[in-house]
């Protein structure tokens, strides 16, 4: 297996991020999230497809589990447009973890350092700034996982607190991909339902027919990368660089 992602890829940066200083750049801004599935690998193609637009801003939040199926995150952070990457742990330290033993294991300055991101009322929390600063959240691919938690309120990881708390003003755009049982499942039906029909914000981009990764063949699979990013280019009117509207 090559190389993957891990959440040590991008420590905890020393200043937090903060929407508003990314207010006036005139860019659209794109949050791009994946999840635990396989299809996570065509991050790095819907990347380079967006990376040739112009005036975007790309920031990018992972769930752990996805990590596995992304490439090393620098290399990511390489992909022009790509302007920054937020994981679980920069928005919940391992100081603070609620394991008892692991927070025993680190010494006061070590918790206090992988703190400091948030010290008072009124320092910036990460992921309320990333739903200020997010024209549309685009979450390629969405697990059955996430999907459930999504639809259930829950909120235990940044990406799940990002949808929690977000502006229904603007769009989220999900592209789900799970096993075919898994997609076939009633609890699935009831759940896009939801989305649907339900929550006008949602746009869902459902999954297509193919061979899957587990070798099972039927619904499931996310849709075409390139269908996703021409979704996005048409709702978000993007232009090439250059100033023309891509003809596709
Ligand atoms: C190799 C592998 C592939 C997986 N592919 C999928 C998938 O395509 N869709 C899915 O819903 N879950 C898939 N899973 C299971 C999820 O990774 C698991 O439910 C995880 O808890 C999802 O976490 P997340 O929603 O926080 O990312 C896969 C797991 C493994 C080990």
Redesign the pocket.
């Known amino acids: 297996m090559p190389p993957h992602a891990s959440p040590s890829d991008i420590p905890t940066p020393q200043t937090a991020f903060k929407a508003s200083s990314h207010a006036s750049d005139g860019k659209t801004h794109i949050l791009l999230a994946a ?5 996570s690998i065509k991050i790095p193609l819907i990347l380079s497809a967006l990376s040739k637009y112009s005036n975007i801003s790309i920031r990018l939040v992972f ?4 990590l ?2 992304i490439p090393p995150l620098v290399e990511l952070l390489n992909i022009p447009n790509v302007d920054g990457i937020h994981l679980d742990h920069h928005e919940w330290p391992r100081g603070l973890s609620s394991n008892p033993a692991e927070t025993l294991d680190r010494t006061a300055q070590e918790i206090d350092q992988e703190t400091a991101i948030w010290a008072k009322i009124g320092d910036p929390i990460l992921h309320i700034e990333l739903r200020r600063w997010a024209d549309i959240l685009l979450i390629a ?1 969405l ?5 459930a ?1 999504i639809v259930g309120g829950f909120s235990d ?1 940044l ?1 799940l607190s990002v949808v929690r708390a977000w502006d229904t003003n603007k769009p989220i755009a999900v592209a789900p ?3 075919t049982l ?1 997609w076939e499942h009633p609890v699935t039906t009831s759940q896009i339902k939801v989305l649907e029909t339900e929550w006008s914000w949602f746009r869902v981009l459902r999954p297509v027919e193919k061979l ?3 070798g099972d063949s039927g619904s ?1 699979a996310m849709k075409e990368w390139s269908t996703i990013v021409s979704w996005v280019v048409e709702e978000m009117k993007l232009k090439l660089e250059g100033g023309e509207v891509e003809n596709s």
């Open positions: 999840t635990g599935s396989v299809a769930t752990t589990s996805s596995l199926f691919p697990s059955a996982n996430s999907l938690k990881n990406l991909a799970m096993n898994m899957l990764a587990c499931g």
